[in-house]
């Protein structure tokens, strides 16, 4: 068998005089020397076609919470004026945790949890019922399933003599499943098979001038 008579060979032969023809087109014209193209120096000033990045200025610490002027939107720039870190979405996002820990801490009966996250007053209030659940020999059912509406309803500087007591009320309607049973396991309360939908408004507090930075849980009641 020859060269030529193998097809796989004349296959690569084409391919090597094609690539060889187009190599040619590319640089075989070129004839000599050509002189080095000269480099252009780097732009330092910006022309009217380039991307210029701006600093991104947050926004005000009320915006998509409360009116601006509203008092709740004067509330929020009087505590930030106080505490600069203080963020509006994060101070939300943050109760959000707050209010499923607290839940389940409350159904377990879990005074240690409860205590760092509670006002002494609120606290005083969980603890009585906790108490009167454990003599009843009563079991909380508790699960939490999600969020359906989380917002601030209401913000408030105290008046208090420094003026440094602040308060913040969310509102949120969250879905649960929450029961009560005996010793024996009956269901006295609630329905530990179904979903419910709660709305409850929650008060945290926080006084600007301790050194402590927690907010706490002051007050819930429930609401439309």
């Known amino acids: 068998m020859t060269f030529f008579s193998d ?23 070129r004839s000599g020397f050509e002189p080095t193209p000269t480099l252009q120096p780097i732009k330092t000033e910006p022309s009217p ?12 610490i009320w915006q998509g919470h409360a009116a601006e002027g509203s008092a709740m939107a004067n509330a929020l720039l009087r505590i930030a004026a106080k505490e600069p870190l203080f963020n ?9 945790q707050a209010h499923e820990h607290i839940l389940e ?13 509670l006002t002494p007053q609120t606290f005083q209030t969980f603890e ?24 601030l309803a209401d913000a408030q500087m105290s008046a208090n003599n420094a ?34 939908t709660i709305k409850e408004l929650w008060t945290f507090e926080r ?3 301790s050194a402590e930075n927690a907010w706490r849980l002051a007050d819930t009641h429930d609401h439309d």
Do not use: C, Y
């Open 7 to 29: 097809p796989l060979n004349l296959l690569m032969f084409a391919v090597a005089a094609i690539a060889g023809f187009k190599l040619w087109q590319v640089l075989g014209q």
């Open 49 to 60: 076609t380039d991307l210029v990045l701006e600093p991104v200025a947050s926004k005000p």
């Open 88 to 96: 509006t979405d994060s101070f939300i996002a943050n109760a959000k």
């Open 105 to 117: 801490a409350f159904a377990k009966g879990d005074l240690p949890t409860l205590q760092p996250l």
């Open 128 to 151: 009585t019922e906790i108490s009167r659940r454990k003599q009843a020999n009563e079991i909380a059912v508790f699960h939490f399933i999600g969020f359906k509406s989380v917002k």
């Open 163 to 196: 003026d440094t007591l602040a308060a913040l009320v969310i509102a949120f309607e969250s879905q649960i499943v929450t029961a009560i049973k005996d010793k024996t396991g009956s269901v006295i309360s609630g329905d530990e098979k179904a979903t419910t």
């Open 207 to 209: 006084d600007l001038s």
